[in-house]
């Protein structure tokens, strides 16, 4: 069979509603599906218990589609969309009757509005393109509904499509002199950050970034414009990227998740300095937030370890400042796994620099050197002891965490229990092969 491209466009595009391939009345003539279709649908809207109906006219409708004279006419196309609609139009009413009910047609208003735009390319009539773009109108709403539906599922490039067909719609009812559901500046930036912010959440910064930047033009008032053009400019520059986020703290200096992407940016910059002011602002405004504490006795704990070696008396200070932070974030969270290990692994590096300056007094044997090595040995042994007990309850709440086994293996090696540590070695090694330690060796352990 030879095919004109005006017949294999019309496949194409019944490829994407899905409907390539009919079910029922194969037998059916176009124009009789067409008409049916028109009484299958007027049926339900009289009754919206006939879904069946519904169902069927989506099949008695692509009959009539796929032939190739109806193919080309716009009042086809235009029921398909109505018919489309109906399904939305359904959903809406559910939700109304039960306010657990979950919308089962998220797809059709994409389906309706490319149908209705098929019929207004092909509309020869004044008449026929009124009707498109009338049915393009209805599904605003409705479409902009089930984008959100779509992106809370976690289909980010989904609820961007559907986004940005909303968007797509409004442009060519303004373009056509007809008035648009998305009038005035509230409506139109609020869709224009959803399609903004459903391509950021998918990663996809080159398309997000018109939108976000229309919104600054605009001058949209949400501190996540200004959060969402940081992602987009640190994907280009990084200096663009911290002007924008200054630019955003200036305008709202309160808003915590500007304040946290200052913080993260300081950290993948290694911008150690500004930390210690920016995190102790954001415990400030977020107290109880538990991250924070963590993340401030981690700062602290890393420039105590790079001026342990040269500036003995400041690393003190640092190591007390971060056992304090990461003591602060117990007593909101008890279980909190990465404050228990952290203070645990903050007494193993300051007993892991003793056993540094063990090595060096090995070498002296005379009797004050021997002194001198016992009474750092009994000072070592007596800071991994101090650190044990950290490992030994972070290990009670993960047992497959690989950094607490390593720390305990080693530790039990050091107080010569070998047959402990060879227990810990073993489970690190279960977990290094891709397995899991299922249960802790110390929960029933005094």
């Not at 059709?108 to 498109?132: H, I, P, T, V, W």
């Not at 939108?211 to 414009?225: A, G, I, Q, V, W």
């Not at 993948?268 to 102790?280: A, C, V």
């Not at 993340?295 to 003995?312: A, C, H």
């Given at each position: ?71 080309k006419d716009a009042e086809v196309w235009v029921e398909m969309g109505n018919i489309y609609s109906a399904f939305l139009e359904l959903d809406y009413k559910n939700s109304l009757m039960d306010e657990n009910y979950q919308n089962q047609y998220l797809q059709e208003a994409n389906k309706a509005y490319m149908a209705y735009k098929k019929a207004f390319e ?325």
């Amino acid at each position: 069979m030879i095919f004109t491209m005006k017949r294999l466009f019309i496949i194409a595009i019944l490829a994407v509603f899905g409907l390539t391939s009919i079910s029922a009345q194969e037998d059916i003539s176009p124009k009789k599906a067409f008409r049916q279709a028109k009484r299958n649908l007027s049926a339900h809207e009289l009754d919206n218990e006939k879904v069946d109906e519904l169902k069927e006219a989506v099949d008695l409708i692509t009959i009539a589609a796929r032939d190739e004279e109806m193919g080309k006419d716009a009042e086809v196309w235009v029921e398909m969309g109505n018919i489309y609609s109906a399904f939305l139009e359904l959903d809406y009413k559910n939700s109304l009757m039960d306010e657990n009910y979950q919308n089962q047609y998220l797809q059709e208003a994409n389906k309706a509005y490319m149908a209705y735009k098929k019929a207004f390319e092909l509309a020869e009539k004044s008449r026929n393109q009124g009707d498109a773009l009338e049915g393009m109108a209805g599904l605003v709403q409705s479409m902009s509904n089930s984008g959100i539906t779509v992106l809370q599922s976690g289909d980010a490039m989904g609820a961007y499509n559907i986004f940005k067909n909303v968007l797509d719609i409004d442009a060519l009812l303004v373009e056509n002199g007809m008035d648009s559901p998305l009038q005035g500046d509230e409506a139109k930036n609020n869709q224009l950050f959803l399609a903004g912010y459903a391509a950021l959440t998918a990663e996809q910064f080159e398309l997000a970034k018109p939108y976000y930047m229309e919104l600054k033009e605009n001058d949209y008032d949400d501190p996540s414009l200004y959060e969402g053009l940081y992602k987009i400019k640190a994907q280009e520059d990084q200096q663009e990227a911290m002007d924008i986020l200054e630019e955003g703290r200036a305008k709202y200096p309160d808003d915590l998740s500007l304040l946290y992407a200052e913080i993260n940016h300081a950290l993948q910059n290694n911008e150690i300095g500004s930390l210690e002011t920016k995190l102790k602002e954001a415990i400030n405004k977020d107290p109880k937030n538990v991250s924070l504490y963590s993340t401030t006795g981690s700062v602290y704990d890393r420039l105590f370890q790079e001026t342990m070696d040269s500036e003995p008396e400041k690393a003190s200070k640092y190591f007390d400042s971060a056992k304090v932070y990461f003591e602060k974030g117990l007593e909101l969270d008890p279980d909190n796994v990465d404050a228990i290990y952290s203070i645990g692994a903050l007494y193993y590096n300051k007993a892991a620099q003793g056993t540094q300056e063990l090595q060096k007094l090995a070498d002296d044997l005379s009797s004050d050197g021997m002194k001198k090595y016992d009474s750092t040995k009994a000072e070592v042994d007596k800071i991994f002891d101090q650190a044990l007990p950290y490992f030994q309850k972070a290990e009670r709440v993960n047992p497959s965490d690989r950094n607490t086994l390593i720390a305990l293996k080693e530790i039990y090696a050091r107080k010569n229990q070998m047959d402990v540590s060879d227990i810990f070695d073993k489970r690190l090694k279960t977990i290094e092969s891709g397995g899991k330690v299922e249960e802790s060796y110390f929960e029933n352990k005094q």
